[in-house]
Each structure stands twice: as structure tokens, then as C-alpha cells.
């Protein structure tokens, strides 16, 4: 267990609809960044949530949309679903504002759009 | 822009020694990253690297040239279990910023 937790583990979901993931940063960690992995594009930075502000980002579509709570939990919510959107999303976590020392990666969530 | 490289897939034998090497071009650098990814699950920290050299943990080794832009992996004693996918990630600096991937090297290790 590396201390990150996301939920749900899986999604299947038609085109066209919303929906939210969740993620828990390891105990003490304030940043949250937010990643998209699919088969051809490897792991893709969408954003970065620093104390509950937006600190960077990434390749976000505008359909998708992030936000960090003050009890440092994260959300990434993802509209007008299509048929490519279907990846694995991973939330990881880190101490700082910044990656110096890497950071520490949930299980994910895999996300099917049918 | 960000622009990693590293090879698709390479092959070697349990108990041999194998070397995942990346190349990088980014518009800043605070660090260059190894992490192993089994298949469908998280991706695990490995090493890091933000000055020139080799870093030493247990059978993995990591070594970077910033001047080259390039850094590389050295697994040594090669296991089963080290089947899996290496990513190499940098960190572009400032303040705030996520690690860009490459898209991993996936290694098969043969009996």
C-alpha cells in the first residue's frame, strides 16, 4: 500500500457522460498531481494541486476538470465522455510543491468509456 | 518542449545485467527519475538523479550526463520479477511543475 488511495478501482461508462475520480494523498504530502495513461501515449501530466490551489498544468482537455479540498483530498472530473478517454488515471502525491524527490503513485483508476 | 526517449522493448537473461538507457531535450531540468511499471499497476519509484554520476542502490544503478542529456539504468543480477516496464521522467524545474514521462522501455526477462 503506498498510502495514496483511489477510488473507484474501475469504471465503465457510456459516451457522453461525467464522472469523478478520487483521490487521497499520503498522509502529510499537500500536492496532488493527476496523470493519464493510455496504451499509445504513456504517462500523460494532466495538473497539479498544491495546499487546495492549482499550481501547474499540464495536457488537460477542457472537458476535464480538477480541484483540491481543504482536507487535501483531490477530485479529477471528466465530461462529455468519448471513446478515447478510456486510460488508467493515477493521482500521485508528494510532500512539496515540487517533484525533486519523485512522488508516490495510487493503484488508479481504469476508466472505460463505451 | 519536452522530448524524452528511451527504446520500446528489449530482452535479457535471469541473472545477466541490462542497461535501459534515455535520452532527454527539455526547456529546464531539476532531476531525472526511474520508475518500474508492472503491468496495470502503479508506478514505483526507482532512483533519482540531479547531478552528474552514478547512484548505487542494491542491483540498480542510475547515471547521468546533464551536458549529454542522457541518463541510463543498470540492472544487475537479473531477476523474473524485474519483468516489467522502466520510465524514465525528468523534472523541468520552477516552482511548480509534474514529471514528463517517456513512454517506457518494457523488459522481458527469459529463463
Known amino acids: 500500500d503506498s498510502g495514496v488511495t483511489q477510488t473507484p478501482k474501475h469504471l465503465i461508462t457510456a459516451t457522453g457522460q461525467r464522472v469523478t475520480l478520487r483521490c487521497s494523498p499520503r498522509s502529510g504530502d499537500l500536492s496532488v498531481y493527476w496523470y493519464q495513461q493510455s496504451l499509445d501515449q504513456g504517462l500523460q501530466f494532466l495538473i497539479q494541486?498544491?495546499?487546495?490551489?492549482?499550481?501547474a498544468k499540464g495536457n488537460i482537455l477542457e472537458r476535464f476538470s480538477a480541484q483540491q479540498f481543504p482536507d487535501l483530498h483531490s477530485e479529477l472530473n471528466l465530461s462529455s465522455l468519448e471513446l478515447g478517454d478510456s486510460a488508467l488515471y493515477f493521482c500521485?502525491?508528494?510532500?512539496?510543491?515540487?517533484?525533486?524527490?519523485?512522488?508516490?503513485f495510487g493503484s488508479g483508476t481504469r476508466l472505460t468509456v463505451v | 518542449g519536452q522530448n524524452i526517449d528511451q527504446p520500446t522493448e528489449m530482452t535479457a537473461t535471469e541473472g545477466a545485467i541490462v542497461q535501459i538507457n534515455c535520452t532527454y531535450q527539455t526547456s529546464g531540468f531539476n532531476g531525472l527519475f526511474w520508475y518500474q511499471q508492472h503491468a496495470g499497476e502503479a508506478p514505483t519509484f526507482l532512483s533519482y538523479?540531479?547531478?552528474?554520476g552514478l547512484e548505487e542502490k542494491g542491483r540498480f544503478s542510475s547515471f547521468l550526463s546533464r551536458s549529454k542529456g542522457y541518463s541510463y539504468l543498470l540492472l544487475k543480477e537479473l531477476q523474473m520479477k524485474d519483468s516489467a516496464s522502466y520510465l524514465c521522467a525528468v523534472g523541468s524545474g520552477g516552482g511548480a511543475d509534474g514529471l514528463t514521462f517517456g513512454k517506457g522501455t518494457h523488459l522481458i526477462i527469459q529463463p
Open positions: 500521485a502525491s508528494s510532500l512539496q510543491d515540487r517533484a525533486s524527490y519523485g512522488y508516490t
Open positions: 494541486y498544491y495546499n487546495g490551489e492549482e499550481r
Open positions: 538523479n540531479v547531478l552528474d
